[in-house]
């Protein structure tokens, strides 16, 4: 925008908000503030909040010049993403010395109003008032509508990748369990699933299966950004790659850079007769964690899905926030209509996702019976979704709990509820409890009631055993704050800060220290470089093991030594 032009604009026809302050403009003090102004403006739809000039009935405007935030349009823009999770950007112009600053601000999400004092907002002439009941029942009745299926013009099936239609056809025979289907014509394929209509290709067709090149010209924002980054700390990235393939073949090669050796490692976890590989990143929890951040996204958001991996992390974020009516504490319980209802059911049918609002019921059931921690949706907002999976076992004795159960003859089986109500039940969580699950759980010899409660339980024995097999080694060590360690550190050589970034969940710095100057005195860690520049690894008799080997060796010593 330049100056020449904001001077002609018109606060109702434009939806901008101009205002002289000169020096400073009230931030939060009364609806009249920057976030009144920038709730109600949202609530139209999105417009502009320019500070430094004079409103004229009759354009042009007059430039005054404001001080407001100069040099800190920075930190605004994060104080209002803070306040109302909303990412606003900021522009300054310039007439002679008079400085502009202007607040653009996006749009409401679909169906959703924001509010300021929990009240939603909207401009009435000069005033900031209440969002009347006819405009707010108009809002919340809005629906979304199906983007995947709006007829994408100018493709053509010659436009589509033959590997991916060929996949494709493979996953919904398989699915389907009838081997038929390979032959049938392409286009009769296509019309069964309801990506041609009227000889016309939608857009779930171009996202599904059409060749990159056409992806790229037709809806560029659809590829998917996957990077990794040895340290959270680390602002750029290691390794950076772009996946712009028709999904049939694109999530094939996600995969596989998610799974490389060295950044998806594997853990031997025993247990007397037992005995299981995990993995950092579980692929059907993955799979389905990237499906339906591309299935869910908001392809009318010119942003890609982007995958950040670390080795103790991966982070998945998709532009859009939730499905109407969904939210972060509802997201397990909720049936909501899926953003992109066709791309998401010819998913199901091909069976490359879970049932439509089971997904996510999925990744949480894998993730916690693995003994890792809750799947994160924490920095997700009303324009984004991002899910963190970490891949720390917080609790190995809990994987081999649930674990015996499921591969045991006994039913009924765990599914994601019962293994959450375990979770809670686990860390001393009583409240709003299914008495149902409850039950279920106590009859399969899961919990167990304390003694003197009526409704407050515990895991059984068979759980506690698992938890106190080896908790220390003599009065030196902790096994679970070794195991922590250890892990981290397996083929990698780290600061101690970095150390402290990566345990920054499970230990402080001063356990971390105690815990590595004691493994140095033990021959189990090795030190390179000195002070600040000190790198610390394993020692290289144990270089090549992984996982619980590793584990075992490393404790078996120590316990040799101390007990």
């Not at 920075?74 to 306040?83: P, S, Y």
Request: charged share 30%; with cysteine; proline share 3%.
């Amino acid at each position: 925008m330049t100056i020449a032009e904001l001077k002609q604009l018109k606060e109702s026809e434009d939806k901008v908000e101009l205002k002289k302050a000169e020096t400073q403009y009230n931030y939060n003090n009364g609806r009249r503030s920057v976030l009144g102004y920038v709730v109600a403006l949202a609530n139209e739809g999105g417009g502009k909040l320019i500070l430094g000039v004079q409103e004229n009935k009759n354009a042009p405007h007059t430039i005054t010049g404001s001080t407001a935030w100069d040099g800190k349009e920075g930190k605004l823009e994060e104080d209002i993403f803070r306040d109302k999770q909303i990412r606003v950007n900021t522009e300054v112009l310039y007439e002679d010395s008079n400085r502009v600053l202007i607040i653009h601000i996006p749009s409401r999400p679909i169906g959703k109003t924001l509010k300021f004092e929990d009240v939603p907002l909207m401009r009435v002439g000069e005033d900031l008032l209440p969002m009347s009941d006819e405009h707010l029942f108009k809002i919340l009745q809005e629906q979304e509508p199906d983007f995947s299926a709006k007829i994408c013009e100018g493709i053509s099936i010659n436009d589509l990748d033959e590997l991916a239609i060929k996949k494709m056809k493979e996953s919904y025979a398989r699915k389907q369990k009838n081997q038929g289907f390979f032959q049938l014509s392409t286009e009769q394929v296509l019309t069964d699933l309801k990506l041609l209509e009227n000889h016309k290709l939608n857009y779930a067709a171009l996202v599904l299966l059409a060749k990159k090149e056409v992806i790229h010209t037709k809806l560029p924002q659809s590829k998917t950004i996957w990077e990794f980054r040895n340290s959270e700390a680390q602002i750029h990235h290691d390794t950076r790659e772009v996946i712009d393939e028709p999904l049939f073949i694109a999530i094939d090669s996600i995969w596989k850079l998610i799974n490389q050796p060295t950044l998806n490692r594997k853990y031997p976890v025993q247990s007397g007769a037992y005995i299981f590989d995990l993995y950092d990143f579980n692929e059907e929890v993955i799979r389905e964690a990237v499906l339906n951040a591309i299935a869910h996204r908001d392809y009318t958001i010119t942003s890609e899905v982007v995958i950040k991996q670390y080795p103790n992390k991966i982070t998945i974020t998709n532009p859009g926030g939730f499905p109407k009516g969904v939210t972060i504490e509802n997201i397990l319980t909720v049936s909501s209509t899926p953003r992109s209802r066709l791309m998401t059911e010819i998913l199901e049918k091909t069976g490359l996702v879970e049932r439509s609002g089971q997904g996510v019921d999925k990744i949480f059931s894998i993730t916690l019976s693995e003994g890792k921690a809750e799947p994160d949706y924490k920095n997700s907002d009303m324009f984004q979704v991002s899910l963190t999976l970490r891949t720390e076992i917080i609790d190995k004795a809990f994987h081999v709990f649930v674990s015996q159960y499921q591969n045991s003859e006994k039913e009924p089986k765990l599914g994601v509820e019962q293994i959450i109500t375990l979770c809670k039940i686990r860390n001393g969580i009583f409240q709003n409890l299914k008495n149902e699950i409850v039950s279920q759980l106590a009859k399969s010899g899961l919990i167990e009631k304390i003694s003197g409660h009526t409704n407050r339980y515990t895991l059984s024995q068979e759980y506690h055993v698992l938890v106190n097999d080896g908790l220390k080694i003599g009065k030196r060590y902790l096994v679970k704050e070794i195991e922590l360690l250890l892990l981290t550190l397996q083929g990698n050589a780290l600061k101690m800060g970095d150390l402290e970034i990566m345990l920054t969940d499970s230990l402080s710095r001063n356990q971390i220290n105690y815990l590595k100057t004691k493994l140095l005195d033990d021959a189990v860690l090795k030190v390179e470089g000195k002070y600040r520049g000190a790198r610390y690894s394993i020692a290289d008799k144990y270089a090549d093991l992984r996982g619980d080997v590793l584990l075992s060796a490393v404790i078996a010593e120590l316990r040799g030594k101390y007990e």
